[in-house]
């Protein structure tokens, strides 16, 4: 006699498989698809507990599409897609039976050390678009070992499940538990991360627990019922609805919609081998306007957010989730333990705001070093590796924004120097400062710009602009310790060595704690070239170990008595 398994979705059996739907408003459920030629009469679903229906199909295979016939309490009828569908024929169709049968090639793979780790973000849409088709995962996989040459080692990639259309950003998920079948489905997303970890690189996936859709959203009124028009048994049916992106809030109050949610973040680490997950826009799980004020948290949010943590480090010790939160609160990643939220490191808009600011001033004479210097020594409860640091992410060059250089050189970032200057300091202050450095994608080919998930990366630039790779390739190099000689960029300690308002130049070490491991670095963040300048705290001994004036000119530095040829908006590092 066959029984409920107790978990909801489609699972094998001895023979086909079990189908089950939480539904718990539905007077009936009706399974309907290729297995009974979509009678919508056949195959009567049973009741369990807790509103969840069940029923096994023997007749069922693998790749068979499938939908719910739901009665709702007003006698209406509604054809819905499997909520935890793990494959979809597109965002509008049909579910589709898979099963998790991947041969990997890599199983145990484990993320390089945190201070070694630099963190590439990805759209795989628009990464390796050929001619006017879109990107996917297997034309990313293609671009793999171009990563490798350039030296990250860690992708964190914009959301790919299932959504709306066959082209966004990925941050309207339409079925969070399906890959977008556009980009390749979940074989195709499992082809990619085995292919990195091949290649030595870890993936982790952009999650959206803030809001769902808002549209192709097959989960909105599933089983008929709502309150006040709004969402039903999946979303808050009150005022706590209101995000930015629709009336599509998730309850967290509900026990079976906190399963859902902590199971696809499961799902991704388990099924998927993802290396950890970043959590989109954090401030919408805690309260309901965002402002972070106090005046409307949702408290069972930030439980839900401290069990998807808790639930994580327990199963997987050795991956990490990142949020999104961007109000700068230590508690986010304190241990859950000790009330915090317990992300292993969150983006840092400490670091990102003011250096941003800095580098699209029109004017050097208007920098302020003391935001310069907190964006350098900035920590989470004394934990310098709790924050990821960049100048570019998906938000920061679009939403109204663009690229560094393209901010700097409107229409004119391949021949301008100012925006060539700037995008290698920006380099230079992401790859040098203490924390998990992040780039976004086309930053180190110079592309311009703003995102946008209709253009493809311009790959031609690589090759176009070859120098301005090579010194994101080196000082990557640098800031993993590759030639033994940078092991400073590796540790912890971060000393502020030169600071000059009146030139705008400053200078820092980085340090592991080792005398002899320190590394200096200078910047001249101004347009005045100075011939004989003094720079603190360099040795007579000290090597050059990377320069930037004009291009690369390491070569071409030595210090006299501490003096060297300061060039406008120019970098130093040595080996002090």
């Known amino acids: 006699m066959s029984t409920f398994q107790g978990v909801l979705g489609v699972n094998k059996i001895d023979k086909g498989y079990q189908f089950s ?63 935890r569908a793990r494959k979809m024929t597109n965002s509008v169709g049909n579910s589709i039976i898979y099963d998790d049968d991947f041969n990997w090639k890599i199983d145990d793979f484990e993320l390089p050390p945190v201070h070694q780790r630099i963190i590439y973000e990805m759209h795989i849409g628009t990464f390796n678009q050929k001619s006017d088709e879109r990107g996917t995962f297997n034309s990313a996989i293609e671009r793999l070992d171009d990563l490798v040459e350039l030296g990250v080692n ?18 309207n998920p339409a079925s969070p538990f399906a890959v977008e079948e556009a980009y390749g489905g979940p074989d195709g997303l499992k082809r990619f991360i085995d292919a990195a970890h091949q290649r030595g690189i870890g993936v ?14 097959d989960i909105w009124q599933f089983d008929g019922w709502s309150e006040n028009d709004k969402g039903g048994i999946y979303f808050y049916n009150d005022q706590r609805s209101s995000t930015p992106w629709g009336e599509t809030r998730p309850d967290y109050g509900r026990i079976e919609v906190c399963d859902f949610i902590k199971d ?73 333990e000790q009330g915090g939220c317990g992300f292993t490191s969150q983006w840092d808009a400490e670091f990102v705001h003011p250096i941003r600011a800095a580098l699209t001033h029109p004017t050097a004479v208007d920098i302020d070093l003391d935001k310069i210097v907190g964006a350098l020594l900035h920590s989470y409860s004394g934990n310098i590796y709790s924050r990821v640091i960049y100048t570019e992410s998906h938000d920061e060059v679009a939403n109204g924004q663009a690229r560094i250089v393209e901010e700097v050189a409107p229409g004119n970032v391949d ?30 080919i110079k592309e311009s710009g703003w995102f946008d998930d209709n253009e ?74 100075i011939d004989e300048y ?43």
């Open 264 to 336: 696809n973040a499961l799902m991704w680490l388990r099924e998927f081998k993802a290396d950890g997950l970043r959590v989109d826009m954090l401030p919408f799980m805690r309260c309901i306007s965002g402002e972070d004020n106090g005046q409307d948290d949702i408290p069972e949010g930030y439980k839900l957010i401290q069990d998807i943590n808790s639930t994580i480090k327990q199963n997987f010790p050795n991956k990490v989730c990142i949020a999104e939160d961007l109000h700068k609160h230590d508690f986010i990643i304190d241990p859950v």
């Open 534 to 576: 003094v720079l603190s705290e360099l040795n007579e001994e000290a090597t050059c170990l990377f320069a930037w004036s004009d291009g690369i000119v390491t070569d071409q530095v030595s210090a006299n008595n501490g003096a060297i040829k300061m060039p406008k908006y120019s970098v130093f590092i040595f080996s002090n």
């Open 456 to 529: 493809a990366l311009n790959w031609h630039k690589k090759d176009k602009f070859n120098e301005y790779y090579a010194a994101f390739q080196q000082l990557i190099a640098l800031r993993k310790n590759n030639e033994g000689n940078s092991a400073g960029l590796t540790g912890d300690q971060t000393h502020i060595i030169h600071r000059d308002d009146e030139h705008k130049i400053i200078g820092f070490s980085r340090s592991n704690g080792v005398a002899d491991e320190q590394i200096n670095v200078y910047l001249n963040l101004s347009d005045v070239e």
């Open 204 to 217: 982790i996936l952009d999650v959206v627990y803030n809001h769902f859709g808002p549209s192709d959203l």
């Open 21 to 83: 739907v939480w539904a718990p408003h539905a007077k009936s459920v009706y399974l309907v698809g290729d297995f009974n030629d979509w009678d919508e009469d056949q195959n009567a679903m049973q009741q369990a507990d807790n509103g969840i229906w069940w029923l096994d199909i023997s007749t069922a295979s693998n790749h068979d599409q499938y939908k719910f016939c739901i009665e709702s309490a007003d006698n209406k009828n509604h054809k819905k897609n499997d909520p």
């Open 154 to 171: 860690v992708l964190e990639i914009m959301p790919v499940n299932e959504f709306a259309g066959d082209i966004s950003w990925g941050y």
């Open 415 to 444: 021949d301008d120097f100012f925006a060539r200057q700037k995008g290698i300091i920006a380099a230079t202050l992401v790859l040098t400062t203490a924390g998990i450095p992040m780039l976004f994608q086309g930053q180190e």
